[in-house]
Every structure is written in structure tokens, then in C-alpha cells.
T-cell receptor, first 115, second 114 residues
């Protein structure tokens, strides 16, 4: 597609449930990133994919968080046993290559609310 | 440690007056610097980027930013604010050798009044 697509746009879940967030990057973009934007805070890096590999997953807050990418395209971020502090907007971005001189295109995000 | 500081959490200007949003980064070799804008309930949009070419970078919607190595700054400016500029602005840095991780500032909310 023309942009980075994320689904769902909004998700309300009960504490303790698992959730899956999906990111469909721009076709041909080999690099994919997940960020989290919490209320009143900046964007927090979670994980970076180059192709299907994740050379940097240092930002995942706990082992309840995992992500995968298949076919060098779609990525899924999974949060197990959700907690209220997981409530945030989860943003996905893609880039043509792992290079700073390329811009990063962000999706509109998934707003996750844990009740 | 890699960091980027946006000095103002909130800036208010009148329509038609200049805009200045300040950003400082921790000194490092060859950083790439970006400004992103986020309108309410919209995704992040790239305004402009600096990647060691010209130090004065022109972006979309009349915005520009100047990379000043001696001051470790990358302030965003616009000569004349428009109501549609009201949004959250993020200064972002990527350092060479950090495996593509973008470090975001905490954001500056720009308010434009009549």
C-alpha cells in the first residue's frame, strides 16, 4: 500500500488477556520498527527488524512482549497477560533501508487500552 | 548516553508570527537529525531531515532547521505560523552505529492563536 498500515486502530482489552497488534509496512521497505507512545511521554523504542531478523530488541519492556515478522513484510507485536501500564499508542514505522539518511514512515498507530 | 532535549514542552504563537522550536542533542559523531510532526489523531509525518549535507535544511510546509554542531542544536523555525501548524513536534536523532534506533525528544506542543 501507499503507507504503513496498522490494525486495529483501537483495542480495548481486559487486564490479563493477550493482544496482537499488526503492522503492514510499505512494500519494499526492509526495515521495520515498533515504538510505544505513552500519555505524557515521548516515543519509546521497542524493537527493530531488518528483513525477518530482529537485531535490536533492547526496548521490549518485559518478556510479556514479543514480535515477529514474516516474509520480510507484515509484523505482529504480541503482548501477553496485559497490564494497565501497557496502555499506550503502539506505532510502527518502516524504512527503505537501515540507513539514517532515509526517512522513516510511521503508521497511525494502535491505541491500546487495558481495563 | 544518546539523548535529545526539546527545551519547551509547549509553545504558543500568534498566527503570522515566527515559530521557533528548540532542540539540542548529545554530541556524537555524525548524527542524523529529524523533525516529525503529529497532528491530533494522526500519524507522525516527517518534516525534514539532516544527514551531513547542507547545514540548513528545508522541509515541508515552510519549515526549516539549522544544524549547529558547535551548539549541538537543531532548532526548527518557520517565518510565519499558520493555524494548521498547531500540532505536536518531535525532534529525533539517530546516531551512527546504533542499529537504526531513533531517539525521540519528549515533544513540543505548538499552539497557534488568532
Amino acid at each position: 500500500g501507499a503507507g504503513v498500515s496498522q490494525s486495529p486502530s483501537n483495542k480495548v482489552t481486559e487486564k490479563g488477556k493477550d493482544v496482537e497488534l499488526r503492522c503492514d509496512p510499505i512494500s519494499g521497505h526492509t526495515a521495520l520498527y515498533w515504538y510505544r507512545q505513552s500519555l505524557g511521554q515521548g516515543l519509546e523504542f521497542l524493537i527493530y527488524f531488518q528483513g525477518n531478523s530482529a537485531p535490536d530488541k533492547s526496548g521490549l519492556p518485559s518478556d510479556r512482549f514479543s514480535a515477529e515478522r514474516t516474509g520480510g513484510s507484515v509484523s505482529t507485536l504480541t503482548i501477553q497477560r496485559t497490564q494497565q501500564e501497557d496502555s499506550a499508542v503502539y506505532l510502527c514505522a518502516s524504512s527503505f533501508r537501515d540507513r539514517g539518511n532515509y526517512g522513516y514512515t510511521f503508521g497511525s498507530g494502535t491505541r491500546l487500552t487495558v481495563v | 548516553a544518546q539523548s535529545v532535549t526539546q527545551l519547551d514542552s509547549h509553545v504558543s504563537v500568534s498566527e503570522g508570527t515566527p515559530v521557533l522550536l528548540r532542540c539540542n542533542y548529545s554530541s556524537s559523531y555524525s548524527p542524523s537529525l529529524f523533525w516529525y510532526v503529529q497532528h491530533p489523531n494522526k500519524g507522525l509525518q516527517l518534516l525534514l531531515k539532516y544527514t551531513s549535507a547542507a547545514t540548513l535544511v528545508k522541509g515541508i510546509n515552510g519549515f526549516e532547521a539549522e544544524f549547529k554542531k558547535s551548539e549541538t542544536s537543531f532548532h526548527l523555525t518557520k517565518p510565519s505560523a499558520h493555524m494548521s501548524d498547531a500540532a505536536e513536534y518531535f525532534c529525533v536523532v539517530r546516531y551512527t552505529g546504533t542499529a537504526s534506533k531513533l531517539t525521540f525528544g519528549t515533544g513540543t506542543r505548538l499552539q497557534v492563536t488568532l
